[in-house]
Structures are given as structure tokens and as C-alpha cells.
């Protein structure tokens, strides 16, 4: 289940990218804030193995930071937590102003596995600090501005692009970065259980040894507006198709001091 909402992420995060470094930046952002609010019908094959959720209920303090607190949480549903129970929880914290990571928390609880990370990114000194189990582990370079897999899906709706354009960014997942990159393919017209959208389909590509190089393709449906709003997501890997349908949406407001 973690598996495919990473995917999600990871292929969200696929926009353009601010290579200057520059932390005092002010990103312009009318799209996104508290309020948002995103419900996903997950399907294995054709089967519903849960749902995943997406909000942002306010807005927190980082360090002296004001942030967006972002939270999603995937849980599958009674039938498949005879297979294999899952109750993920992800929270990033997005800085109002610049829109990129202050703080990253994942606390994953999948059949017997468990997993508990925090990050913490100190911009100004270009590092990420990881804490696992509420002991520090390590510091890692991050460059300017860098988005975690949660935080990039938030700052790439307040983006323009068309298709044939070819997208990048920078994304550090807990303590390695990676250079994402994304086709912008076309435009199509899609139905799900929120309604019927007119979309623009993008399709990322990995130019690292990432962990999902060989996994298969993954094609995602954003709104062709102003929001772009995650309406559908197909994702094929070795053991079948994933898909993420939207099942309800609610646009917040931006924050303003």
C-alpha cells in the first residue's frame, strides 16, 4: 500500500525545479492551503484494497517556520487487512512562503513491519537531518529548496506546463536525493467516482539507480486548470497494475498573515 502512495509522490514530484539554492525565496502559491482535502479509492488489479487521504488542516510553527502541515494517510480497507494490513501515516511540513520541506514525518505499519522517520531540513545550512525511532542517525547535503516525495505533489500544482514539455526537480527521500524528470504527454477527458475532468497526462522517467527504476511505467491524470487537481493514477509494476481514483476533493485557501 506504501508502495503505490510513494509512487504517487514520487511521480507528483516531477515538476520544475529551482536550482539557485536560494532559501529566502518567495514562491507565489494561489492554489493550495488549509482546507485541501483529497480522498483516493486504491485498486489492486480489480479489487479495492483501501483508501488513501491527503489534507492540510493548518498551519504549523518549524523551527520558527511557518509551515503547511500536510497529512496523508493510506489504510487499506477490512477485506485486504486479512491479506495484509496497513495503517501508513505521512506528514510533511511545507513552508508558506517558499513552498519546500521544513520537517518530514513517516510512520509506516504494515503487517508486521514498522517504521518510524523524522527529517529535519535546515535550508540555510544546506543539510537534512534523519531520525529513526527518535534517535539521530545522520546528516545528508540537500541542494536549495529541495521538496520531500509529499511536499513536490503540492508544489507542482502551482506550476504551468503543456504537453511536450519535459519537467525536473529535486527530490531527497529520508537521506538521498534524487533528479526526477517527467514527460508532459496530452490532454484527455477521464471519469472517476468524483466526476467527469479534463485532464493533462504526464508520465515520469528515473535517471538514477532510484528503487523503482525497473518497476514499470506510471501515467497520472492532473486537471487541466489552474489547480491540477490528482484525479487518476495508473501505475504498472512486476506484480500487476496499481490504480488511485479520486473519490472526494475540497480546494482550500492559501495563508495569509
Not at 525511532?133 to 521538496?147: A, D, E, H, M
Not at 534524487?178 to 475532468?197: H, I, S, T
Request: proline share 3%.
Amino acid at each position: 500500500m506504501f508502495l503505490f502512495f510513494l509512487l504517487l509522490t514520487l511521480f507528483l514530484s516531477t515538476a520544475d525545479a529551482d536550482e539557485s539554492g536560494d532559501i529566502t525565496r518567495v514562491w507565489e502559491n494561489e492554489i493550495f492551503g488549509v482546507g485541501d482535502y483529497f480522498e483516493f479509492s486504491i485498486d489492486y488489479k480489480f479489487i479495492n484494497a483501501g483508501t488513501a487521504v491527503m489534507s492540510i488542516d493548518t498551519v504549523t510553527d518549524v523551527s520558527g517556520f511557518l509551515c503547511y502541515q500536510m497529512i496523508s494517510r493510506v489504510s487499506s480497507n477490512k477485506t485486504f487487512d486479512i491479506i495484509f494490513k496497513v495503517r501508513d501515516y505521512i506528514e510533511t511540513d511545507i513552508d508558506v512562503k517558499g513552498i519546500f520541506t521544513r520537517k518530514f514525518v513517516k510512520k509506516l505499519n504494515e503487517g508486521h513491519y514498522k517504521d518510524d522517520k523524522v527529517v529535519y531540513y535546515e535550508h540555510e545550512q544546506g543539510k537534512a537531518h534523519l531520525v529513526s525511532k527518535g534517535r539521530y542517525k545522520k546528516s545528508t547535503s540537500i541542494p536549495g529548496c529541495v521538496q520531500d516525495i509529499l511536499s513536490a505533489l503540492f508544489y507542482v500544482r502551482t506550476l504551468d506546463f503543456n504537453p511536450g514539455d519535459t519537467l525536473s526537480i529535486n527530490l531527497h527521500d529520508i537521506d538521498k536525493n534524487y533528479p526526477l524528470k517527467v514527460k508532459v504527454r496530452r490532454r484527455e477527458n477521464v471519469e472517476v467516482p468524483a466526476g467527469k475532468f479534463d485532464c493533462i497526462v504526464l508520465e515520469p522517467f528515473l535517471e538514477s539507480e532510484g528503487m523503482f527504476k525497473s518497476e514499470g511505467s506510471i501515467n497520472l491524470w492532473l486537471t487541466d486548470d489552474k489547480y491540477k487537481i490528482p484525479v487518476l493514477m495508473k501505475t504498472s509494476i512486476l506484480i500487476g497494475t496499481i490504480d488511485a481514483r479520486l473519490q472526494k476533493y475540497r480546494l482550500g485557501k492559501p495563508y495569509r498573515e
